[in-house]
């Protein structure tokens, strides 16, 4: 299984980025995916999720009505558009791939990607 995350950047504050994450080695319309962010020094956070459907999905509070997760399940991959991004959305990004109904924590999914940085500027 491999899950390649693509699209990070230097981006200035309120600009906007779309990240990409293709997958391969496994079914991926059967698995709910989640793009989680790790900054400097603190702990790896949730971010968006998307339900194997694409139906249901649920962002944290910090991106809400910022970033929009989705996802195409004939190319296998599952984007995180982020508009009007902030300096303190400077982080790496991970994709990850689940097989359960709980998605918040870092410990519901299987498969994780390696990461792609994205700097915000102020």
């Known amino acids: 299984v491999q899950l390649q995350a693509s699209g990070g950047g230097l981006v200035q504050a309120g600009g906007s980025l779309r990240l990409s994450c293709a997958a391969s080695?496994?079914?991926?319309?059967?698995?709910?995916m989640g793009w989680f962010r790790q900054a400097p020094g603190k702990e790896r956070e949730f971010v968006a999720t998307?339900?194997?459907?694409?139906?249901?999905?649920d962002y944290a509070d910090s991106v809400k009505g910022r970033f929009t997760v989705s996802r195409d399940n004939a190319k296998n991959t599952v984007y995180l558009q982020m508009n009007s991004v902030k300096p303190e959305d400077t982080a790496v990004y991970y994709c990850?791939?689940?097989?359960?109904?709980?998605?918040?924590?870092?410990?519901?999914?299987?498969?994780w990607g390696q990461g792609t940085l994205v700097t915000v500027s102020s």
């Open positions: 990850a791939a689940r097989t359960g109904s709980t998605y918040s924590r870092v410990s519901h999914y299987k498969y």
């Open positions: 080695g496994l079914s991926f319309s059967a698995y709910g």
């Open positions: 998307i339900s194997r459907s694409g139906i249901n999905i």
